[in-house]
């Protein structure tokens, strides 16, 4: 009767402890996903989910029929769907068993030297391809699995030089088993022989309703409530970068607590239930403007007012208050500068004359702050001689 008591409490105990590892795993994987950044949760897992780079696209999935890549270069602004593109038709051509040993990516930005080039990348273009076993007729069906593998280099116009030199060789040679699709934000960093070698794909920046219909839908299956014009703020805000509008959306939904809590499941495999309350504050313009930075309208009117010639004297006074306040609230020269820049050369009242001389201080402007000059100095030089021109000087 012991022996058979305690072996009850042993199985029990087991069973307890099973449970419980079963239960801590799936929580895990739920709080990894909860936690998980919205750009890589949201990525577009094949062509059709790509937005509004229909022109690329349709080439792609011809290709994707043929199973026959040429070497590929994508460019265009941030946050276009770049290399979400690439990913995804990876993941179409080899699926989920083949992807890890047929696919290498690099961010070219870290591992931009010749070695790079010499060592990692040349050893797996010109590693043979392995005949891959324990795939039925219906996973092929379903995925090509083309004879050659792809070396993706993301940010390829941050390579050096020499790295990009030793390239086109290692493309050539194993041009047979292996395909190479470059990425990058400007095409002219690339050079002309490795460009040559690549089927160039264009990706333009994405229009307002593509951009504000994905907002939407992210904003749709987190749950969350926005307050009117939230979406067209966030796309005005990202400036055609899809990515940094969803890093603000979610950004702000953490701000006001508008994200999804966990779920907590008890033994019995039943959720408990969560605080209605949790999920009812609402995202609001004004915070999206304050987590992109963004300068309020009463600031700029304030420092715009304070350059508009003056019938009793100089201007200096007014422009340099504004100016200091600027700085010491610690707003970016970049953002007032980008700011400025839209609302005195889409202004009807400036004469087109007086815009011409604007836009050659702005352009000064931006090269300095490139430059690394001081913020505070280059702001109030800059306001000041945009003044000077509304005065006719």
């Given at each position: 009767m012991a022996a058979s008591f305690f072996n009850n409490k042993a199985r029990a105990a087991a069973a307890a402890a099973s449970s419980s590892s079963k239960l801590k795993?799936?929580?895990?994987?739920?709080?990894?996903?909860?936690?998980?950044?919205?750009?890589?949760?949201?990525?577009?897992?094949?062509?059709?989910?790509?937005?509004?780079?229909?022109?690329?696209?349709?080439?792609?999935?011809?290709?994707?029929?043929?199973?026959n890549l040429p070497h590929m270069l994508f460019y265009g602004p941030p946050g276009t769907g770049k290399t979400s593109t690439i990913l995804a038709l990876a993941?179409?051509?080899?699926?989920?068993?083949?992807?890890?040993?047929?696919?290498?990516?690099?961010?070219?930005?870290?591992?931009?030297?010749?070695?790079?080039?010499?060592?990692?990348?040349?050893?797996?273009?010109?590693?043979?391809?392995?005949?891959?076993?324990?795939?039925?007729?219906?996973?092929?069906?379903?995925?090509?699995?083309?004879p050659f593998k792809i070396i993706i280099l993301d940010e390829a116009d941050s390579m050096t030089q020499d790295a990009q030199s030793a390239l086109r060789?290692?493309?050539?040679?194993?041009?047979r088993i292996?395909?190479?699709c470059l990425v990058c934000n400007y095409v002219t960093r690339i050079i002309e022989p490795l460009a040559s070698r690549c089927s160039k794909f264009r990706f333009k920046m994405l229009d307002n309703s593509a951009a504000g219909e994905r907002i939407s839908n992210i904003a749709e299956q987190e749950g969350l409530q926005l307050e009117d014009g939230?979406?067209?703020?966030?796309?005005?805000?990202?400036?055609?970068?899809?990515?940094?509008a969803i890093t603000y959306l979610q950004s702000a939904a953490r701000l006001v607590g508008a994200t999804k809590p966990p779920v907590v499941k008890d033994a019995d495999d039943d959720a408990e239930m969560t605080d209605v309350g949790c999920?009812?504050?609402v995202i609001t313009i004004r915070s999206i403007e304050e987590i992109a930075g963004v300068l309020p309208d009463d600031i700029l009117d304030s420092l715009v007012e304070a350059m508009q010639p003056k019938s009793g004297g100089s201007v200096y006074e007014g422009v340099s208050r504004v100016i200091t306040d600027l700085?010491?609230?610690?707003?970016?020269?970049?953002?007032?500068?980008?700011?400025?820049?839209?609302?005195?050369?889409?202004?009807?009242?400036?004469?087109?004359?007086?815009?011409?001389?604007?836009?050659?201080?702005?352009?000064?402007?931006?090269?300095?702050?490139?430059?690394?000059?001081?913020?505070?100095?280059?702001?109030?030089?800059?306001?000041?001689?945009?003044?000077?021109?509304?005065?006719?000087?």
């Open positions: 795993a799936g929580d895990n994987k739920e709080d990894s996903t909860r936690l998980q950044p919205w750009v890589e949760k949201y990525r577009p897992k094949t062509l059709d989910d790509v937005a509004a780079q229909d022109h690329t696209t349709k080439v792609l999935r011809r290709t994707l029929q043929a199973s993941k179409s051509l080899f699926g989920p068993a083949l992807y890890r040993s047929r696919i290498l990516e690099l961010n070219a930005s870290d591992e931009r030297g010749i070695g790079i080039v010499r060592d990692k990348v040349k050893n797996f273009a010109r590693a043979q391809l392995s005949q891959p076993t324990g795939l039925d007729a219906a996973y092929r069906a379903q995925y090509p699995c083309p060789r290692t493309m050539e040679t194993y041009s292996t395909r190479f939230v979406i067209d703020t966030l796309i005005r805000c990202g400036e055609g970068d899809l990515r940094r999920n009812s504050s700085v010491a609230d610690g707003w970016s020269a970049t953002q007032l500068v980008g700011q400025l820049y839209r609302r005195l050369v889409f202004s009807e009242a400036i004469p087109d004359i007086q815009k011409n001389k604007i836009v050659m201080l702005f352009s000064e402007m931006d090269k300095r702050l490139v430059d690394g000059s001081d913020e505070h100095l280059s702001m109030l030089d800059l306001a000041l001689r945009i003044a000077g021109v509304l005065r006719g000087n």
